[in-house]
T-cell receptor, first 114, second 113 residues
Framework: ETGVTQTPRHLVMGMTNKKSLKCEQH?????MYWYKQSAKKPLELMFV???????ENNSVPSRFSPECPNSSHLFLHLHTLQPEDSALYLC?????????????FGQGTRLTVV | DAKTTQPNSMESNEEEPVHLPCNHS???????IHWYRQLPSQGPEYVIH???SNVNNRMASLAIAEDRKSSTLILHRATLRDAAVYYCILRGGYGGATNKLIFGTGTLLAVQP
């Protein structure tokens, strides 16, 4: 138990569906992150939020839309995804986006696009 | 982003110490050296981090070379539960683009009973 909770743990969606992934942390952290991990590939950083402001967007396609309504919650809204978007989506948080702080990861959402 | 180089895989025996090396010859003065590990079917887990001095915690020790161009993660007594992919990551100090936590391919550690 890391203090970072992701729901759902598994999700199967069609290419025309709209769904959302949720991440919640009650660690009092100010920075939150979305990562994507495809099969046999390193984790890819997608988005970084600091104090509810997006500070990093790593050239992620617009079919992925993040939202950070408050410092405890982070969402990833999904629409018109492709089969190659099937992956493990991981959320993380840290006290702030400072190199001297550790990040805590959730268990991830295993997404399958059919 | 400053890069790190790790062996693709290593093997260890249970209850023996493990030394996982990492080279980071282009490290800058404000980069912290972080180690994370990822067990199968789980998210990454923080292990340890340091700047210049060696660090110890309940999970592991981090030995940092004097010139900071390399470091070693030390697991004092490997257990079967330590089998995982271990990532060595450089993370810049406060602010700027270099404080992103960027993962490479890591070292796959196998622990034999």
């Amino acid at each position: 138990e890391t203090g970072v909770t992701q729901t759902p743990r598994h999700l199967v969606m069609g290419m025309t569906n709209k769904k959302s992934l949720k991440c919640e942390q009650h660690l009092g952290h100010n920075a939150m992150y979305w990562y994507k991990q495809s099969a046999k590939k390193p984790l890819e950083l997608m988005f970084v939020y600091s104090l509810e402001e997006r500070v990093e967007n790593n050239s992620v396609p617009s079919r992925f839309s993040p939202e950070c309504p408050n410092s405890s919650h982070l969402f990833l809204h999904l629409h018109t995804l492709q089969p190659e978007d099937s992956a493990l989506y991981l959320c993380a948080s840290s006290q702030d986006p400072d190199g001297n702080t550790e990040a805590f990861f959730g268990q991830g959402t295993r997404l399958t696009v059919v | 982003d400053a890069k790190t180089t790790q062996p693709n895989s290593m093997e260890s025996n249970e209850e023996e110490p493990v030394h996982l090396p990492c080279n980071h010859s282009t490290i800058s003065g404000t980069d912290y050296i972080h180690w994370y590990r990822q067990l199968p079917s789980q998210g990454p887990e923080y292990v340890i981090h340091g700047l210049t001095s060696n660090v110890n915690n309940r999970m592991a020790s981090l030995a940092i070379a004097e010139d900071r161009k390399s470091s070693t993660l030390i697991l004092h007594r490997a257990t079967l539960r330590d089998a995982a992919v271990y990532y060595c990551i450089l993370r810049g100090g406060y602010g700027g683009a270099t404080n992103k936590l960027i993962f490479g391919t890591g070292t796959l550690l196998a622990v034999q009973p």
